[in-house]
């Protein structure tokens, strides 16, 4: 699951402060990370289509979800009103995940029905694939350090 092609796709990730607390902003954090999965969309799609597996990302667009659950009190309620007009599921994700059109497509980014390859920069793929291997692997090593 993506978001908007717009805010996902061009964004760039700053390996030299990734994950650092400096100047932290939540929404800059989940962009950051959203980005970073599109990402790995592509990575992993190269990655396993040997096995023949597809690997896509969606845009969900304007689904009800929990999303506004930790937003401001005073958010809530307006929040809470505008998810009356949201749609119950995905049309972008249940046409990725299930139609026997995308069957063997894969490394695509899909916004209703229309899929977009990614493209993104071999070079950036790779570090961000090495910076979560070091990242997840000194997490990991540590968990088995401890216990």
């Not at 390996?15 to 990402?39: C, E, P, W």
């Not at 690997?55 to 009190?73: E, M, Q, T, Y």
């Not at 949201?86 to 209703?112: C, I, L, P, W």
């Not at 071999?122 to 000194?138: D, F, M």
């Amino acid at each position: 699951v993506s978001g908007d092609p717009g805010a996902i796709l061009k964004r760039k990730l700053d390996f030299g402060v990734l994950g650092a607390n400096q100047n932290y902003s939540g929404i800059g954090a989940a962009l950051d990370a959203v980005h970073a999965k599109t990402v790995w969309t592509e990575t992993l799609a190269e990655k396993l289509k040997p096995q023949r597996i597809d690997v896509n990302a969606f845009h969900p667009g304007i689904v009800k979800s929990d999303l506004g659950r930790n937003l401001p009190v005073y958010l809530r309620l307006p929040f809470a009103f505008a998810r009356l007009f949201m749609a119950s599921e995905s049309k972008s994700g249940n046409y990725a995940s299930t139609s026997a059109e995308v069957a063997g497509m894969t490394g695509q980014y899909f916004v209703g029905t229309t899929a977009t390859a990614l493209n993104f920069d071999k070079a950036y793929q790779e570090q961000l694939w090495q910076w979560t291997e070091a990242t997840v692997g000194g997490v990991l090593d540590s968990q088995r350090d401890a216990s």
